[in-house]
Structures are given as C-alpha cells and as structure tokens.
C-alpha cells in the first residue's frame, strides 16, 4: 500500500459510546531497528488542538440533548490558546503534552495530565495492546488495510493488530482529542519512517 493509504483517518476510527474507541498501530512503527524522532507527537499537539475543536464543534451540532449541548458549546467558547511552559512542554485547557517514548523514539505514552484527564499507552506485554482483535465496526478499514496493519493473518474478514489500550477516559471531549493526538502521531511517525526508507 501507498503512504497515504496507510494513514489512519478519523472516518475509520469512529469512537462509540462517547468514550470507546480503537487505534491500532503499523507493525513497522514498532520494529526495533528503527529511530523515530522522540518530538513528533509535542510536535502535533498544536495542531490536534485545533481539529479537536473543529470536530467537537460539529459534534456538538448533532447533539439532540440540549443541556449537553448548551455545556459544549459553552466548551467551545473558552480559551483556545496552546500555551508552552518552561518545561517545553504544552497546556491546551489544563490538558498537557505528556509523552513518553521507547528507545527507539516511538510514543508509549500520550497522556492529557499527570492526574487528570485520560492517556492512551502501548505496552506489547499488555494483550489489550499487543492481541487486539479489530473489525467493522469497530475499525473502518478495507480489506487490504486490515491486511496492512494485522500482526497476525487471519481468515476472515478483521486483524489482530498491536493498538494504543487507553486508561482514564470519562468523557467525549477527552476521547475525541486522544483519538485525534494518536492519529496525527502516528501518521507523523509513518511519514518519517518512509523519508527514512524503512517503510
């Protein structure tokens, strides 16, 4: 497959019941012979913020609860201001840019705060990591790239892929920017690998 048929896009990764959802992981992004560069996913934050209000602002039209919807859009009104502190750290709202990364460069961790707000993490001695079964519903993907992206062939239709597992997560808004934050990451780290040749 192509680079861009790799990409993981927001239509694939629906999340469900306000907080469920599934990103799994290109098995090349997870090879030991590889070096990513430890600042892409400080790198995107920024941008996920701004998507992050875009699409919770067209979220929030569909909404039929209206006190709900009254709170969201009250969301949408504050500041939206990405503020670096003098750690080279990001703050969007109270949630940080909390990352940590393997040594070979990949993001183990992407976490919104030290004690608030949700992360996702990968850790492939974890099965909700390293053995997750995805399929239609729950990831969109054709044929080929459930093929693309499956750590183990299977015989019909879905894969067993490696995916981030997530802790913490309680509400849409949180979901929805961790979604956002792990696609851009790795679909940044998918691009360095292929600048690399080691796609």
Known sequence: MKLEELFLRKEELPIRRETDFVVPIYPALLREDIQLDSQIAHRVFAQVAQEYLLDLGKYTETMQDEKKKEYYQQMLRRDATVVPDKNGEQTFRGWQDLVRTSDTGFATVLAQGPSSGGS????EKDRECAQKFIFSPLVLFSEEKFLAYSSKKINFSGAQVQAYGYHNIDTFPQA??????AMLYLNSALRELEMQGKL
């Open 120 to 123: 996702l993490y990968y850790n």
């Open 176 to 181: 929805l920017f961790l979604r956002n934050w």
